[in-house]
T-cell receptor
Framework: DAMVIQNPRYQVTQFGKPVTLSCSQT?????MYWYQQKSSQAPKLLFH???????NEADTPDNFQSRRPNTSFCFLDIRSPGLGDAAMYLC?????????????FGPGTRLTVT | GDSVTQMEGPVTLSEEAFLTINCTYT??????LFWYVQYPGEGLQLLLK?????DKGSNKGFEATYRKETTSFHLEKGSVQVSDSAVYFC????????????FGQGTELSVKP
């Protein structure tokens, strides 16, 4: 089945220690998104790629970076995680960036910062 | 800026009860509207969507109608099941925003047998 896969499902890192979360998709979608979801809150968009074009949200901290080496994979790098970065990180894909297009979400990676 | 407001949860219902979760939005353009559902420990799944005024989205017994005059997209189901217990998110997306979804705060639904 075509899907969005996130690894790992659970990640524990230490305060200030860089961490990378990964996302892959078999849908061959052009657009990949990263959302941050804190406990009992709505997901908040961090950034997205349309093909190789990177689009950062204005309020995304510089501590968060992303890479998309090819259509299938996208990575979220947190350079120096703080306690406030503990959250669920959701990857999503969409065929196009038009507003009417459905986004397909992965199961998420829950990040704990100790 | 654009925003979505949902009724606060948690909502607790008995099986076979009628469900309404209210959702209103503020948008500068003509957004598409969505309901996503999140089961415990999982990512979000699209439940239904509507892309223009008066469209009705429906799926798995859930329905929502895009009401431009009241800027609303209320979710309804005639008879809920225990398996419908989840968090429901209303969201909008504008055509000129790169597909960005703006979510409401989510409404937790708990259905008791």
């Amino acid at each position: 089945d075509a899907m969005v896969i996130q690894n790992p499902r659970y990640q524990v890192t230490q305060f200030g220690k860089p961490v990378t979360l990964s996302c892959s998709q078999t849908l061959n979608h052009n657009v990949m998104y990263w959302y941050q979801q804190k406990s009992s809150q709505a997901p908040k968009l961090l950034f997205h790629y349309y093909d190789k074009d990177f689009n950062n949200e204005a309020d995304t901290p510089d501590n968060f970076q992303s890479r998309r080496p090819n259509t299938s994979f996208c990575f979220l790098d947190i350079r120096s995680p703080g306690l406030g970065d503990a959250a669920m990180y959701l990857c999503a894909t969409s065929r196009s960036s038009g507003g009417a297009h459905e986004q397909y979400f992965g199961p998420g990676t829950r990040l704990t910062v100790t | 800026g654009d925003s979505v407001t949902q009724m606060e949860g948690p909502v607790t219902l008995s099986e076979e009860a009628f469900l309404t979760i209210n959702c209103t939005y503020t948008a500068t353009g003509y957004p598409s509207l969505f309901w996503y559902v999140q089961y415990p420990g999982e990512g979000l799944q699209l439940l239904l969507k509507a892309t223009k005024a008066d469209d009705k989205g429906s799926n798995k017994g859930f329905e929502a109608t895009y009401r431009k005059e009241t800027t609303s997209f209320h979710l309804e189901k005639g008879s809920v099941q225990v398996s419908d217990s989840a968090v429901y998110f209303c969201a909008l997306s504008e055509n000129n925003q790169g597909g960005k979804l703006i979510f409401g705060q989510g409404t937790e639904l708990s259905v008791k047998p």
